[in-house]
């Protein structure tokens, strides 16, 4: 006898897995399937987009080392709107998004704006400094080779991850993967626009 379900997924009809305890264990495998790729994805996006979840509530209390030598701590970035870019040489969004972190920096550093790209400690420090003398980056770029700074954020589970603080040091943002710029650079001026 055949059933709707036999017309419409023959493989459903196979003898291998006609039996109604066969259905009941795939049903099963598809459903925690599904509830795994659920999860993952709310672990990934940090619940919601552009939503602050999971991570430091506030800039940690760090020291990053820039590819030119300099350092830049907690009190040069005291009272300003600050977004940190962990980023990869390897990760095509990432070079993707450069142009715009570089508007951005342009357009924002004036104000009050710090942006701040670190990347990633299995980045190649020779592969940094070439992509950012190469693409003329006029941000600071952070090397994190023994990763003590991905793990004062909380870890990085995927690039690009951006946070974006305000003035008062409190993150704001966690975005991951590339951003709505235009929603970004209108959070910017507003955070720009409150005092610390």
């Not at 495998?29 to 940090?46: E, I, M, V």
């Not at 977004?83 to 450069?98: G, P």
């Not at 080779?145 to 793990?151: D, K, S």
């Not at 991850?161 to 709505?180: C, E, S, V």
Request: glycine share 8%; charged share 20%.
């Amino acid at each position: 006898m055949s059933t709707p379900d036999d017309k419409h997924f023959p493989l459903l009809a196979s003898p291998r897995l006609a039996s109604p305890r066969r259905r009941l264990t795939w049903a099963a495998l598809g459903l925690a399937a599904t509830g795994t790729a659920a999860w993952a994805w709310h672990r990934l996006s940090g619940g919601q987009s552009g939503r602050f979840f999971g991570g430091p509530s506030r800039l940690p209390d760090l020291t990053y080392t820039l590819i030119d030598g300099r350092r830049i701590g907690a009190a040069e970035l005291r009272d300003r709107v600050v977004l940190v870019n962990f980023w990869a040489t390897s990760c095509a969004v990432c070079v993707a998004e450069m142009p715009e972190l570089i508007r951005l920096h342009t357009e924002f550093q004036p104000l009050g704006f710090e942006l701040l790209a670190v990347a990633m400690p299995y980045d190649r420090p020779d592969h940094v400094l070439h992509f950012a003398a190469s693409r003329r980056l006029p941000f600071p770029v952070a090397l994190d080779p023994m990763g003590q700074t991905v793990a004062a954020w909380g870890g990085v589970e995927a690039t690009p991850l951006t946070w974006l603080a305000g003035r008062d040091g409190r993150i704001r943002q966690r975005l991951l993967g590339r951003p709505d710029f235009v929603r970004l650079r209108t959070d910017i001026k507003t955070l720009l626009a409150q005092a610390g």
